[in-house]
Nanobody
Framework: QVQVVESGGGLVQPGGSLRLSCAAS????????MAWYRQAPGNERELVAR???????NYADSVKGRFAISRDNAKNTVYLQMNSLKPDDTAVYYC????????WGQGTQVTVSS
């Protein structure tokens, strides 16, 4: 089972940018689709972005045009470039396969605030 560690979160002003990284303990090449999810306080965990083994991407409407997901299979790492951040983007961000597994990492906190 692949284990992941998310990093790169932090406090940023509206309109700012962050780049999240998801480092996997094992090869992600065999996982067809990797994804970023997020969970805001009081909300359900939601799917943010997906990327296939060959780099095909899919985004939630709320982040389309602002976020970019990518993966480096050789480095076993998935990235999420987040631009034009909004307060509503505030959440804990997690990476996992899509569909998700039953085990989640600790995530990385993203806070967008003035």
């Amino acid at each position: 089972q692949v284990q992941v560690v998310e990093s790169g979160g932090g406090l940023v002003q509206p309109g700012g940018s962050l780049r999240l990284s998801c480092a996997a303990s094992g090869s992600i090449f065999s996982i067809n689709v990797m994804a970023w999810y997020r969970q805001a306080p009081g909300n359900e965990r939601e799917l943010v972005a997906r990327v296939s083994r060959i780099g095909i991407t899919n985004y939630a409407d709320s982040v389309k045009g602002r976020f970019a997901i990518s993966r480096d299979n050789a480095k076993n790492t998935v990235y999420l470039q987040m631009n034009s951040l909004k307060p509503d983007d505030t959440a804990v961000y997690y990476c996992n396969s899509f569909p998700s597994s039953a085990v989640w990492g600790q995530g990385t906190q993203v806070t967008v605030s003035s």
